[in-house]
Each structure stands twice: as structure tokens, then as C-alpha cells.
């Protein structure tokens, strides 16, 4: 053949291969989160997240510590608050010396340098499982859940977290995050607004982590429309008008195009959160011999970086942290 254009050339040996690669994943692209349980010397597993396990935060300092000697920078923390200390005000969430609180001023003592990522938002902490304070026919209350958003963000920068991720998608908590924690004075503390976070059926595992799922209706009212993308972006240009640092996309792997068009379209660092139903798919289908979760999650993350995500939170480091 006649061929003046050969792009296989550039594919014949690993080291050509890997010359012209063009993204790669390093442990510093990921944030790893955990769901901290109360008391000590407690490991639960998750059913619907196989290798996933909720810990007290004694144990944690053990798992962290595997993954920071890997490179890890940073982690993202969740709780899991039982079921009667739930209400509806929420009022776990402003306590100071509680499961959250305790667990930050603990890594910290072992980890000071770790970036320790809080989320921002009441459903670990409601009665009925909903991110916001409603009213008596079950409407979420927008105002009022930021007014307690603001309370909880600013007693976890209080206690040393590095950033606070409000992932509760309601109007004006980003500028009023940041208000408040100017005021007092957290003036580093980072924000991570969960700028588009869809209303995903890929949340169910981490709600069965968390005992978490909403007791009534669905998050349609505040979680956004999977078949939108230009809401995203109003979404995402209004969290960088209220003062966010970083913007973070909600599931990731069938939402590269959102990821692209946010990364292209903002100034901002993006966040990607390759959520608890794309870790679950993969490793269900790995137990059953369909596939090789360790290959799949690497293609996976690396597809999430190639779209634009500069940092994954992920739940499949252990399973790629091999290959990096
Ligand atoms: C809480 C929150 C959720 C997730 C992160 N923060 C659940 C939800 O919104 O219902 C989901 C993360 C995952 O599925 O891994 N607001």
C-alpha cells in the first residue's frame, strides 16, 4: 500500500506506547473516601460494595495509612450516624464533639499533611434521609437547609478539615459557605461544591453504607436531570461566582461529556466522583468471572481523567494501586 500515514507506528512497542501516552493516573489524582463508624475496633462490610468496608476511626489510621504510603493525598470522610440519633432538624450535624469532629482531629494527629475532604450535607443525619430541613408535606426547604449547611461546614473547618464539600446541590450554599467561614475566619478552609450532581440510581450502595436512603419520594427537587448538561454549567459559572475552589461532577463514568464541557468551559479545578454504583457494577460483574475489575476501573479512572477530572474520588484505588 501507498502509505504515507501509518499511526500504527506509533503503537508497536511498549516504549512507543508509552512515549506518546497522553494521560496517565497517578495516586496523587485520587481522594479516597471512607464511611467512619462510631466506637472502636469496629469493621463492617458493605453487601452492595464488595472490598468496602465501614470503620471505626481507630481502624481507619490503619487504612489510611496503606493508602498515604502509596501516595495518597487526600480523603474524603462520611459518617455513618445510627438510626436514633436521626431527626428531623438534622442536629447531629452541628455537634461538636461527635463521629466527624473526632475522627478529622485524630487522622490529623497521625496524618497533618493529609487533605482531609468533609461532606457538607444532612442526609447521614435526617430521620427521613433527605438532604434538607423540610416542611410538614415533605418539600426540602431551601434557605433553611443552607442555613444549616453553613453551621455544619463551619464546625468541620473548625476541627481541621482542609476542604468542605457541600454535595446537597441547594441554591446559594456556596456564597454562603464561604460567608461564614470568612467571618470566623476560616479563610483557607477549601470548598468542593458538588457543583452537578445528578439524581443517579448509581447512589444506592453508599445510601446501604450510610443507612441512608431517603424515607419518602426521591432528590429530584434538588439533584439535577441526568438529561441535562447546559444546567450543569449554569450550575457549575454560579459556584464560581459564590467562591467555590474546586467543582466536582457526580457520577463520573457516564458523565464524561459533563466533565469535558465544565473542564472547558471553567477556570476551576474539576473533581470527578466516580460514585458507589460504578464501583459496584464492575465488581459484581469481576465475582461473577465477566471481567477484570482491576483492568476495567483503570480504563475507567483513566477515561475520567482524559475527559478533564484532575482529581477521582474513587473507591477502586486498592484495586489499581498495583499498576501505578
Ligand atoms: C450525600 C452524598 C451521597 C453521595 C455522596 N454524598 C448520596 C446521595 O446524594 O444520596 C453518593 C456517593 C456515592 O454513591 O458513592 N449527599
Redesign the pocket.
Known sequence: MDLLKRPRRNRLSPAIRDLVQETRLHSSDFVI?FFVLSGSNRKEAIPSMPGIYRFSKDLIIKEIEAVVKQGVLAIAL?PVIPEEEKDLAASGAFLENSLIPLTILEIKKHFPHLFIIC?V????YTSH?H?GIIDSSGNILNDETVEALERQALILASKGADAVAP??MMDGRIKSIRRRLDQESFINTNIIS?AA?YA?S??????D??C???KFGD?KSY?MNPANVREALLEAKLDVEEGADILLI??ASIYLDVIYRVKQETDLPIAA???????AMVMSAHEKGYLDASKVFYETLLSIKRAGADMI?T?GFNCIAPFL
Do not use: I, N, W
Open positions: 473516601p462520611f461532606d450535607a444532612l442526609d447521614p434521609g438532604d454535595s446537597d458538588y450532581k443517579s448509581l447512589y444506592s450502595p453508599f445510601r453504607a450510610l441512608s436512603s431517603p432528590k439533584q457526580k457520577p466522583y466516580h460514585v458507589s454504583g460504578e464501583y474520588f473507591y
